[in-house]
């Protein structure tokens, strides 16, 4: 009877210390990884970026980069056809031209963003967007296929940021001959969004 007792005892101990572990663990990953991503000095960033930086207004980044997600998608799905194909001037993108600026953006600043937070000291190139409009051929997309890859592209990006810790956030690199850290290009994210948000409700909806 002993023996059996304290082969229960035992038992009951394994369990209740493999639990112990196991919430531990989970409160470490949660402790490391989603750290609060402040505001990036002005010394993170070249200046040009601080038209966009400044539009952000917020002190939960992952969160804005979900909702401006979810409205992004929702305000360009309201759009009709014509809206999607129209240009205000004639040497102006088509909103269509301007949601794939928004993803090449994207995924080049998280690029960035990757390289950085994995210390790589390699210098970046720029890019050429007003090159990258005409041949990317959105116009002439479905908006479905558009909205389709931005979310693919931002789940992605929110998926890279949750995953850094203070260190990564805090590392920096030189992409077009301009110191960026991590943190600044995931605020420039957030707010070259915003920008071109406005630009369509001001200078295509009205």
Not at 25 to 39: C, D, E, G, P, Y
Not at 49 to 77: H, M, Q, W
Not at 91 to 115: M, N, P
Not at 181 to 205: F, N
Request: charged share 30%; no cysteine; glycine share 4%.
């Amino acid at each position: 009877m002993d023996k059996q007792l304290r082969s229960k005892t035992i038992i009951r101990r394994t369990i209740r210390n493999f639990f112990i572990r196991q919430v531990f663990a989970v409160f470490l990953n949660i402790k490391i990884f989603q750290v609060k991503i402040t505001m990036p000095n002005p010394d993170e960033y070249a200046p040009y970026y601080e038209k966009y930086i400044s539009k952000v207004k917020t002190d939960d980044p992952l969160e804005a980069l979900e909702e401006g997600k979810k409205k992004l998608i929702k305000f360009i799905s309201k759009l009709g056809k014509k809206q999607l194909k129209y240009r205000y001037t004639e040497d102006k993108w088509t909103i269509k031209e301007i949601l794939q600026h928004l993803i090449d953006g994207e995924r080049i600043f998280t690029y960035r963003a990757l390289r950085f937070a994995r210390n790589d000291k390699s210098p970046l190139p720029g890019f050429d967007e007003k090159a990258y409009a005409p041949a990317s051929m959105a116009t002439g997309r479905k908006i479905k296929s558009i909205l389709e890859e931005y979310e693919a592209v931002r789940n992605a990006t929110i998926a890279l940021y949750k995953n850094l810790d203070e260190e990564m956030l805090f590392r920096s690199g030189t992409a077009s001959d301009n110191k960026m850290s991590v943190r600044a290009l995931l605020y420039v994210t957030l707010g070259h969004e915003l920008h071109h948000l406005e630009v369509i409700r001001e200078k295509y909806l009205n």
